[in-house]
């Protein structure tokens, strides 16, 4: 028997919503293209890319869709340290990568990047790619788990990129629940972050 408290929050966490049919590519496109969106009206203009250095990046996003281990290409290293580090991330194509290159990615930008660029980060690239691999997979791969437990290396981007907008999106599966709630129980967050998240 399910009293109406019960059935009230089974039907929070069930998802009728139609955006989920929406391909990964197409979640990191548009979450891109909003930030992008913001950046362009504060007024610093838009950066031409050379031909040389989108094609060095696409090659580079190749190398990582089947990237499993050992060292990581110097060029994708660069990427926090510049300015149009969004544009060139999304030449990479991360839908694409295998779930080890995400979690390189990972720890380049958590920790080579201020918390308002990691935030973008987690949020158009990290989250997506997340709850794409619970949903598909049923489970999160072990290299993804790694991911979150590394993305609270910043705890307020953590928060602001990842737990608040699964929040306001309003359409987390019990599962999604389930796996980041572990994490958030398995490593340390300090107070102050905790009690303002």
């Known amino acids: 028997e399910i009293d109406e408290e019960d059935e009230k929050a089974l039907a929070a966490f069930m998802s009728k919503d139609t955006s989920s049919k929406r391909s990964l590519g197409d979640i990191i496109l ?21 031909s040389r250095i989108i094609e060095l990046y696409k090659e ?25 580090w969004a544009d060139v991330l999304q030449l990479t194509e991360p839908q694409n990568w295998s779930p080890n290159a995400v979690y390189q990615a990972t720890r380049l930008f958590s920790s080579n990047m201020n918390a308002k660029n990691a ?15 619970i949903k598909q997979n049923k489970r999160l791969h072990f ?22 907008p699964l929040c306001q999106e309003g359409n987390c599966t019990l599962r999604e629940a389930v796996i980041i709630g572990s994490i958030i129980q398995k490593v340390t967050i300090p107070p102050l972050h905790a009690r303002l998240a």
């Open 30 to 50: 548009q979450k891109i293209r909003e930030k992008d969106a913001t950046v362009s009206t504060e007024g610093r203009p838009a950066v031409k890319l050379d």
């Open 60 to 84: 580079v996003g190749q190398l990582l869709s089947r990237y499993t281990s050992g060292k990581i290409p110097k060029a994708f290293k660069r990427i926090p340290s510049l300015e149009c």
């Open 143 to 164: 290299a993804l788990y790694q991911s979150m437990k590394k993305s609270l290396y910043k705890p307020a981007a953590f928060f602001k990129g990842i737990l608040l």
């Open 119 to 133: 935030v973008r980060f987690y949020e158009a690239i990290l989250l997506p790619r997340l709850r794409h691999d």
